[in-house]
């Protein structure tokens, strides 16, 4: 049977405003968040490890909300099926449409269709609110927005990290950090240049550690992450009846 529709995955929401103020209490932070005892001398502020660090928090909670609407999103899919209706060709193929437009693709405005159309309109129009009574039940739109301010949120910083100016190798070590985290979710970071970014943030660590021992890396900074491909389900307007 089949598809009219292409699968597609809705791009993130781009960035929509400058990042604030970014000054932290770092000395406070790092007596809370660092790996290991408060250094015996004051570590002065780096602008670039602050950012880091609320971006890291920031990153953390993206990927918690992304796992419960991935879960969410398959108990509607395994429950009820994306909203859809089944329309048969002149040929006698049948054809699964997921939103109106699609429909008014596959059958024309013709009034030879008119039957066909209001009768798949009215199948796509019930399944579409039997989704968005479970959706209501179990809360999956919420959960799904809680997860775009986040990753909005995370972009933002990760942003103001790529200007902010490093005054440390731990900043300097946040950074490359960063693209590691954020980079491997996607690209599974065995290939160049995340195995190479890897070494050189070993690197910079391991020499921080040699020529200013007072200085600490947060042990997130290595924390390897498992790839996020192929959790997600969506597909373009896959409900749309407008």
Not at 122 to 147: F, K, M, N, P
Request: a negative charge; aromatic letters at 4%; hydrophobic letters at 40%.
């Amino acid at each position: 049977m089949a598809d009219s529709d292409n699968s597609t995955t809705p791009p993130r929401v781009t960035r929509r405003r400058l990042l604030g103020a970014t000054a932290i209490a770092i000395l406070g932070w790092e007596r809370n968040g660092l790996a290991g005892e408060a250094p015996a001398v004051a570590v002065p502020s780096d602008p670039a490890l602050a950012i880091w660090r609320e971006w890291y928090n920031a990153h953390e909670v993206s990927e918690r909300l992304c796992d419960q609407t991935a879960h969410l999103e398959r108990t509607l899919v395994e429950t009820l099926g994306y909203p859809c209706a089944t329309v048969q060709l002149p040929g006698g193929e049948d054809v699964t449409i997921r939103s109106i437009r699609a429909l008014r693709e596959v059958l024309g405005a013709g009034a030879d269709a008119a039957e066909a159309r209001a009768t798949a309109e009215a199948h796509l129009a019930a399944h579409q609110a039997r989704w968005d009574a479970a959706d209501r039940r179990i809360g999956y739109s919420l959960v799904a927005e809680a997860e775009r301010k986040a990753g909005d949120r995370a972009e933002e910083l990760l942003q103001a990290l790529s200007v902010a100016p490093a005054t440390s190798l731990t900043g300097v070590a946040a950074k490359l950090s960063a693209v590691l985290l954020e980079s491997e979710v996607r690209e599974g970071g065995a290939e160049f240049p995340w195995p190479q970014i890897r070494s050189a943030l070993v690197d910079v660590m391991r020499v921080g550690r040699q020529l200013f021992p007072e200085q600490r890396f947060p042990s997130e900074m290595l924390r390897p992450k498992h790839s996020r491909e192929g959790r997600r389900l969506r597909i373009d307007a896959y409900g749309s009846t407008a």
